[in-house]
């Protein structure tokens, strides 16, 4: 960790035509919120571009930036990502810049789809890196040298890190600051932005409620009462009873309601608590599987292979290892 009253580290936000607003503005927004309690301000903050001057964003507002200058230095560099990235991975001037650039930064990083010009800027070989969801089959196909997770939030391998789409950007941000200035100074900065909660690199880019199309709020109270329950029996009829309807009749409308049978939507809230708690926690897979309503590890253990393509053991090492703290 790094005293508060270290010498600012320098941070530069590189984009580019097309780059995505929120990518730049989010993470620059982080690194302000520690300036307003330490003295003399932990971050320099620059955004940069090729050439400078106003950079046009997907939205069409523009950035104002300064130009790459040569030999430049950084402690970290975030490079933005965002639809203009389709064109920009394949612009030897602006990859050139990141490749040469990165040899002189402590942190390499990217937020959403700046993950491909880190790799096609070669930086990624035969590491691991995450993206945006919508990209990550293109990128697997474009970079199959580098291992890609594809539903974390973010990954830290060595020097460079990577994040998942948009506002993922801002907890990357946050785990830089929590990497350089400590736990409490990060969860300073989350409280100024009024960020609920600042979501652990491991943390899957996806959710159940995210993943399930609603068409109204029938069944937000049953739902919220599963996901605190998941340890009870909770078959069609438990749940009927809990709706006050046949359960022939909760079984119907509640697809309708989900687009997922009562028990597959049980399942999928009981895996998505489980693999929270066999990345994030000490808890023995015994335990978990307790706690999460599976019964047993080798229940749980056949659950997370059909879901995941891995063992709950195989995801706590890789989580670990890749942990960015």
């Known amino acids: ?25 989010g993470p620059i927004g982080v690194f302000e919120m520690p300036a307003r309690g330490l003295s003399p301000s932990p971050y320099r903050l620059t955004i940069y571009s090729l050439c400078g ?12 930036s300064d130009a790459l200058p040569p030999r430049l230095k950084l402690d970290t560099l975030i490079v933005s990502g965002g639809d203009g990235t389709r064109e920009a991975y394949t612009d030897e001037l602006l990859l050139s810049a990141i490749r040469d650039l990165s040899t002189r930064t402590r942190r390499t990083c990217s937020v959403c789809s700046g993950a491909f010009l ?14 945006h969801w919508r990209r990550s089959a293109k ?10 997770l594809a539903d974390r939030i973010y990954v830290r391998d060595g020097k460079f890190w990577t994040s998942a789409g948009i506002t993922a950007g801002i907890d990357l941000a ?3 600051v929590e990497d350089d200035l400590g736990e409490d100074v990060a969860r300073r900065a989350a409280r100024e932005l009024v960020v609920h909660q600042r979501r652990a690199g491991g943390q899957s880019q996806f959710s159940v409620m ?11 109270e049953l739902i919220g009462w599963v996901r605190t329950n998941l340890a009870l029996p909770l078959d069609v ?22 687009g997922a049978t009562p028990a597959r939507f049980v399942e999928k809230l009981r895996l998505e608590a489980a693999r929270q708690s066999v990345e994030t926690t000490r808890l023995s897979l015994q335990q978990i599987a307790a706690e999460t309503g599976f019964g047993d590890p080798e229940r749980m253990r056949v659950a997370f292979i059909r879901a995941y393509g891995q063992p709950p053991m195989v995801l706590r090492r890789q989580n670990r290892a890749k942990s960015p703290v």
């Open 118 to 131: 880190l790799a096609a800027a070669g930086l990624l070989e035969g590491r691991s890196a995450t993206t």
């Open 1 to 25: 960790m790094v005293s508060a009253k270290s010498a600012s580290r320098s941070i530069g936000v590189l984009i580019f035509d097309g780059f995505q607003l929120l990518d730049a503005a």
């Open 174 to 176: 946050l785990a830089l």
């Open 139 to 148: 990128f697997e196909r474009a970079f199959p040298g580098t291992r890609l």
């Open 210 to 220: 995210q993943d399930m199309r609603l068409a109204s709020g029938r069944f937000d």
């Open 237 to 258: 009829d438990t749940l009927a009873a809990r709706a006050a309807m046949s359960p022939r009749n909760f079984a119907r409308v509640f697809r309708n309601e989900t």
């Open 53 to 64: 001057g106003p950079v046009r964003a997907s939205c069409g507002v523009s950035m104002m």
